[in-house]
């Protein structure tokens, strides 16, 4: 028996900061066929809540530290507005969709993160993912939306990454499905050239990989994100594709965007 | 084949805004043996909120107004903090909680109030609950915790009375359960003197409450509550109880609080 087709797409800021390209989105991620799960950051709505109650944002080594406030903020944004807007905007599009964090149903266990010299605040790193649960929801039709918020089974929410719980969620349900991984954002594509929003790679295998890199074709901020979707093709992600927002129908058909693969 | 119970429990803001009372009540909750929904207000946290944020309340006849500035609070804090919050420390109790809204799922359908005088903005009086899949939830041991906020299918959020959503769920989840319908508020039940909480009436049907108004031992908040109640018995629910949060356990075993009840 063949495993059925599920598509996790992350968004980011970018598209929740921009009322006509998300709802671009929204058309096409309802319109998809299938099973699918939409992760989504926060925007710049968290920042400007913070600033507006006069709390101070620390930055370290380009990481926001999460204290007990910045922690209500966040939780505020992302799994109150920006989750039950989505929501919201999904079922009225034709999705049924339903919003949680990690702590709902268990989704996502995560700790918080121990660092020897930076202390991060109620930063979650990782442990697992309810891949059964989820998997149960999807069956029944329901497309998921998560909140980049975790919990550490003791009571405790934690601020996590967007990129990261994308990844390890369609690792998890590589268990049931064949999984695409889309990372939507600003660009078309990984570009070969930074200034030129042209010169869109098609593809990238890791032999391929690892000769952009020694050209230096691929710039600073993209090599984590392409790590980690390499790491993700390992773990039994069918690809991982990266495109934008609005052109999401055409980046799932491989017309638009970078298809991330394993050894062609 | 006789229904399994159901307890749709609503606790109120004064049980949310006091650590020390909503952890007991977090405690008693999870330790209830069967299928339960919890329903919850918003406490001071969106007063606060909006005043921080300077966004002015509008009251009109003890109702407050949901302009748009206003629905992004209540979403922010109901739906959000105060939603996570709950589903996290359930989650520590050994409840496997799940937060809601009516937009999740679509759970609940609403329409914007209509008024012939007021513009109440975006506050929603429901149409109908979705029974079938609150009930496929519970069905596989979760616990539901529902916000105050609705929406119309069409993509808009509404504020939308915690009180009216319990007892809409409570009616229509009568099809599947034999459904108790619990307030919890400050006083530990209906008293016949409101200055002595020694004097809880036990019990209410519909002869001892004609009796009680014209007695005028009932004071006038609690009329709509009552009256609510008992729309709720003769719609499917087996009894509604008032009581203390701190003192869930005994109210549910009627040891403690009001219990609404059909002609005796």
Chains 1, 2 share one sequence.
């Not at 989750?83 to 049924?96: C, D, E, F, R």
């Not at 990782?126 to 069956?139: C, E, P, T």
């Amino acid at each position: 028996l063949s495993k059925q087709p599920l598509y996790v797409i992350k968004i980011g800021g970018n598209v929740i900061d921009d009322a006509e390209k998300l709802s671009a989105f929204i058309r096409a991620f309802a319109a998809i066929n299938g099973h699918k799960i939409l992760v989504h950051g926060g925007g710049k709505l968290a920042t400007r809540l913070a600033e507006q109650l006069g709390i101070e944002q620390q930055v370290v080594d380009g990481r926001r530290i999460t204290d007990t406030e910045t922690l209500r903020v966040v939780t505020m944004v992302y799994a109150g507005y920006v989750n039950k807007t989505l929501v919201a905007q999904l079922q009225a599009a034709g999705s049924n969709a339903i919003g949680l964090t990690g702590a709902d149903g268990n989704a996502i266990l995560a700790h918080k993160r121990q660092h020897p010299a930076i202390d991060y605040g109620f930063v979650g790193d990782i442990d697992s993912v309810n891949a059964a649960w989820l998997h149960s929801l999807l069956r029944e039709q329901i497309d998921i939306v998560m909140a980049p918020i975790t919990h550490d089974a003791h009571g405790q929410l934690l601020n996590t990454n967007a990129d990261t719980i994308a990844q390890e969620i369609a690792v998890a349900l590589s268990e049931y499905y064949t999984v695409d991984l889309i990372y939507c954002f600003e660009k078309p594509g990984v570009l070969s050239n930074a200034a030129d929003e042209s010169s869109v790679i098609g593809q990238i295998d890791p032999n391929s990989y690892l000769r952009l890199r020694e050209e230096k074709l691929i710039f600073a901020g993209m090599i984590p994100k392409l790590d980690n979707a390499f790491r993700a093709l390992e773990k039994g992600v069918r690809q991982v594709m990266i495109g934008k927002a609005e052109e999401l129908s055409l980046v799932i058909e491989r017309k638009s965007g970078t298809a991330i693969v394993p050894h062609t």
